[in-house]
């Protein structure tokens, strides 16, 4: 009993002197961004505009400013669109299960049980894919694939699945280990996609309109636009704020708002745009209709113009 109690105490203690080393290297970055690239921009990342106001600030030196034109929510310091792309490219970029690539061992005993129970069990995701009514042998384009996890799990579901990961050796390990079809130019597959997925990539992006324009010239006329991400809704912040709040930071620069998916939707020629929170009720994807906005992950459906 004596035992249990000193392992949790330490738990406890090793968490908090963790979460407290990761404090000090926020502020540190923060402050070295805002002493490297001068006055804090607070020019929009996706529209290019001025007008934006203060959410809220993290720890003093950072902020979540909402677009007034576009309605997107961002972080300030911004991040350099090269320093970005270095970061994710080489695999600076670590978030546990998303990134870390298993061991032979690790991986035997995922592919057996088809990522049942695991944090990437992507079986709610391929719920929706086929209550949004695409069929077995629909080709799927997963942009921002990691090390494959979701392009298998797709694939085995019958899909046919493309994976693009801009992180050389998640995509070597997706190709090599999980015989994913990696593509390392999305332009092969320009209009001949059924379906552009990409979960939780959006808000990593230093221009989330790249995302849009991948989407509009890979989809064929018809085909359908899937997007996951943590959910930016103010139904959401005003029901549960402090998880809001800690979705954004120094990995996560952009908070997606649905005002923002509506009208970027829109002007990149997309039609029938709905917007759905977890838990994603098939029902409303399968007529494409909004669903409740007050859950933690954000799902945006909308099919291009043919």
Same mark, same amino acid.
Request: proline share 6%; aromatic share 12%; net charge negative.
């Given at each position: 009993m004596c035992s249990d109690h000193q392992n949790t105490q330490a738990s406890r203690t090793n968490s908090r002197h963790n979460t407290m080393i990761r404090r000090i290297h926020y502020l540190i970055w923060a402050t070295m961004q805002s002493l490297r690239f001068g006055a804090v921009k607070t020019t929009c990342p996706a529209c290019g505009e001025s007008n934006s106001r203060i959410v809220r600030r993290k720890y003093g030196v950072t902020a979540l400013r909402e677009c007034g034109h576009c309605s997107i929510r961002f972080r300030t310091p911004r991040d350099a669109p090269a320093t970005a792309d270095t970061f994710y490219a080489d695999e600076v970029y670590k978030q546990g299960f998303t990134t870390d690539l298993p061991s032979n061992a690790q991986l035997h005993s995922m592919l057996q049980s088809g990522f049942a129970g695991t944090e990437r069990d992507f079986s709610g995701y391929i719920e929706a894919l086929q209550a949004s009514g695409l069929a077995a042998g629909a080709r799927i384009l997963d942009f921002g694939c990691s090390w494959g996890y979701g392009s298998w799990q797709m694939a085995q579901a019958g899909f046919d699945v493309f994976a693009y990961e801009i992180g050389r050796e998640r995509a070597r390990y997706a190709r090599d280990k999980l015989k994913c079809k990696v593509v390392e130019n999305v332009r092969t597959l320009d209009r001949t996609i059924d379906c552009f997925f990409s979960a939780?990539?959006?808000?990593?992006?230093?221009?989330?309109?790249?995302?849009?324009?991948?989407?509009?010239?890979?989809?064929?006329?018809?085909?359908?636009?899937?997007? @996951?991400?943590? &959910?930016?809704?103010?139904? #959401?912040?005003?029901?549960?704020?402090?998880? @809001?709040? #800690? &979705?954004?930071?120094k990995v996560h620069p952009l908070m997606i708002t649905p005002a923002f998916m509506k009208r970027e939707m829109e002007r990149h020629g997309f039609t029938r745009c709905a917007l759905f929170s977890s838990p994603v009720d098939s029902a409303a994807v399968k007529a494409l209709t909004d669903g409740k906005l007050d859950g933690a992950e954000l799902l945006v459906i909308a099919r291009k113009q043919g």
């Open positions: 939780h990539v959006i808000e990593h992006l230093t221009d989330p309109t790249r995302l849009f324009d991948e989407a509009r010239q890979t989809l064929r006329p018809g085909g359908l636009f899937f997007c @996951y991400c943590p &959910n930016g809704a103010l139904e #959401r912040e005003e029901k549960h704020c402090s998880d @809001y709040h #800690r &979705n954004w930071g």
